[in-house]
């Protein structure tokens, strides 16, 4: 693995504009039986997709996609990595949201990928788009703080530590964790209970 | 001999103090790199993290404050190795291999200290006021019921945690939710995290850690504070606490991994100097009427969607705008009717389990209902305790035969149906009762199986009637 910078995705887009869409969802638990991340892209929403033949990550039209619009507090639920793992390996290389779950998101940063938040109503303006021409490309841009598409252009949120830590390559933090060692040591002997709670 | 800041008490509340101490330094980006005092592991989320060290050429920095068990996957009946499900088998082989390789204590399957990762760190005593901790679970919010900051994380940051017993995290604002009176008879823990989810949303919590404090909570026992502190999560925290007490400090005497003596003296000393102080400060504070909390049980597809058991279910047009899209779809999935009472839903399964509700205390409240009663006819039920230990203490009072003499089936500790990673799954649409943490669609094993959340005692209550019942009715029959 090798940090690179991500300053921006385009391509097209797939709309899912579904709001508290849990990661038991996006990758069913019973595909956590495994060692690897290998393997999990083919059942990104494995279960939604079974009950509905009309849901998106079925249809033709959007496959290929590199970004996923979604709604609000999307990933909520489970801390399992294998949900961004499994909508990274499907080719999302970007998200799209109005708001996510906490550790979802931070998951998704580990793995390089942005997400990002927009106004509820651009969201709807874009997936509207989305589906009136799948082909539409889309450009998730960090450094602008944009989303554009066709004629439009919005806004788009990203917490700043996300964002300097995509566009400067530093988003695998274990190498800059690592480079702490000293002042990891120094920090463990202030902690009262690492030292016998102050005792001689 | 006290070495705790002096500027602890007062106007700073404990997740600050806490947070600083632990603070190493900021990182480029600036997240705050974090020392973490204890980390759990599990069998799901490792194996990926292990693999990266060894990708790198890392071993483990504090496996002395590192523990390893399996709970999730692990079959709650037959346990003879190898698992009948291969990738099962696959997996605990990983788990051990792993533990044996980068020097990690393993509480295995023929361990009598094995059990769900949420009950067996408290067990020990490994969960303790003002330590910070982690593990590769959402549900680790459970261990601020101590006063610990205890965050889930991600397989990423489960390999930087073993490589560097650090995490690289942004600060949460602290949100107080102060529930105050008493709760009414047959209203328990689960009830008040259910409420409390309900009236703050399932995403209310994200960006902050919650105080939960008041009377509600000075009233708990340490199992009740792991219950509602497990559900932070559903709330949208990824931690919440409660503050250190007297109650605290007693449950932790005596528990293998506590000091003792002097120590333990000193120990709780500073335990109890960590609590939000009476001037402390909160970015935001929340009230709820303790008094008025009902037995809830959920409806929808997440747990934010319930009502009280004498409330009927409600309409998308009760909700704003926003979320009436997501209500139409709770009630298309659970096949229920808006304005049909919850009391009365008739259930196939009975789930008493989980990290949330596996616990002696729950077992006893669940059982005093189940005694002398019979599980309805066609209704599947069954009690899985949260530990091994959980386990022993429960045959040794005798609930095992009351649950049985019940018709309940009587299960080795595991996660089990909470999420059905091993072969206990809802069939089809089948409703169940459960005392676990998700209503999710698909949660239980079944693609399309139904989940109704509430507390052990009501659970036991719907196994014995066969539908959704105000467990404060049996109560009276029984007295």
């Given amino acids: 693995m090798s940090d690179s910078q991500v300053t921006s995705v385009c391509g097209t887009a797939i709309p899912l504009l579904l709001d508290d869409i849990d990661t038991d969802r996006i990758i069913p638990a019973r595909f956590l039986r495994c060692v690897t991340f290998d393997g999990l892209g083919e059942h990104a929403f494995e279960d939604d997709r079974q009950q509905d033949t009309g849901h998106p990550f079925n249809q033709d039209r959007f496959a290929g996609a590199e970004v996923l619009v979604a709604g609000r507090n999307f990933g909520c639920g489970s801390s399992r990595e294998h949900a961004p793992q499994a909508l990274m390996r499907w080719g999302v290389q970007a998200i799209v949201a109005e708001s996510y779950a906490e550790i979802f998101f931070g998951n998704c940063t580990a793995l390089g990928i942005p997400a990002v938040t927009l106004k509820r109503d651009r969201l709807e303006e874009l997936a509207a788009s989305i589906e009136a021409d799948p082909s539409i490309e889309i450009t998730v841009d960090l450094e602008a703080g944009s989303v554009g598409w066709g004629d439009g252009t919005a806004t788009a949120d990203l917490p700043e530590s996300a964002r300097t830590a995509l566009t400067s390559g530093e988003w695998d933090f274990l190498s800059q964790l690592l480079a702490n060692a000293e002042a990891i040591r120094e920090t463990a002997t202030k902690i009262p209970y690492l030292s016998g709670f102050g005792g001689a | ?119 067996v760190g408290p067990e020990l005593g490994l969960t303790q006021p003002g330590i910070t901790l982690v593990c590769g679970d959402s549900h680790t919010s459970t261990h601020g019921a101590f006063g610990a900051i205890a965050l889930g994380i991600g397989t990423s940051q489960v390999a930087q945690v073993l490589a560097t017993q650090t995490l690289a995290m942004n600060r949460p604002r602290v949100r107080r939710i102060e529930v105050t009176g008493s709760l009414a008879d047959g209203v328990f823990a689960k009830d008040v995290i259910l409420a409390i989810i309900r009236q703050l949303g399932v995403q209310g919590g994200v960006g902050f850690a919650y105080e939960y404090a008041g009377n509600v909570f000075d009233e708990m026992d340490m199992e009740e504070r792991m219950t509602v502190c497990n559900m932070s999560i559903e709330g949208g925290a990824r931690c919440g606490y409660v503050n250190p007490d007297s109650r605290t400090v007693e449950f932790l005497r005596g528990l293998p991994a506590v000091p003792e003596g002097e120590e333990f003296e000193r120990a709780a000393a500073w335990w109890l100097s960590l609590a939000s102080g009476p001037d402390a400060t909160f970015d935001d504070h929340v009230t709820i009427d303790g008094t008025a909390i009902e037995p809830t049980v959920t409806w929808g597809i997440n747990p934010g969607q319930s009502v009280g058991v004498g409330e009927s279910i409600p309409a998308a ?163």
């Fill in chain 2, 317 to 479: 047009g009760d909700y704003p705008v926003e979320d009436q899209a997501g209500v139409l779809e709770a009630l298309e999935f659970m096949g229920l009717e808006s304005g049909q009472p919850i009391q009365g839903q008739p259930i196939d399964v009975a789930f008493i389990g989980s990290c949330t509700n596996s616990r002696l205390s729950d077992l006893r409240e669940a059982a005093a209902v189940a005694s002398g009663r019979r599980v309805a006819d066609g209704v599947r039920a069954l009690v899985v305790p949260g530990s091994q230990q959980v386990s022993e203490q429960a045959e040794a009072e005798g609930l095992d035969r009351v649950f049985s003499d019940a018709g309940f089936q009587w299960r080795a500790a595991g996660c089990s149906m909470c999420l059905a990673m091993n072969p206990d799954k809802l069939q089809g649409r089948e409703m169940c009762a459960s005392s676990s943490n998700r209503n999710f669609k698909g949660r239980q094993g079944s693609p399309t199986g139904r989940t109704l959340l509430m507390s052990p005692a009501m659970v036991a209550a719907a196994a014995i009637k066969g539908h959704v019942t105000d467990v404060r009715e049996l109560a009276e029959a029984a007295g």
């Fill in chain 2, 1 to 119: 001999m006290n070495q705790s800041n002096a500027s602890s008490s007062g106007s700073r509340n404990l997740f600050d103090t806490v947070w600083d101490q632990h603070t190493v330094g900021q990182l480029a980006a600036g997240q705050t790199q974090l020392f973490i005092g204890q980390h759990l592991v599990h069998e799901v989320t490792s194996p990926q993290a292990f693999e990266m060290l060894r990708d790198r050429g890392l071993g483990v920095m504090c496996p002395e404050r590192t523990l390893a068990t399996v709970d999730h996957i692990i079959p709650t009946d037959d346990q003879a190795r190898p698992f009948a499900d291969g990738l099962a088998e696959e997996m605990m082989s990983a788990i051990e291999r792993n533990c044996v390789e980068f020097g990690i204590e393993l509480l295995g399957l023929d361990d009598p200290r094995q059990g769900i990762v949420h009950v």
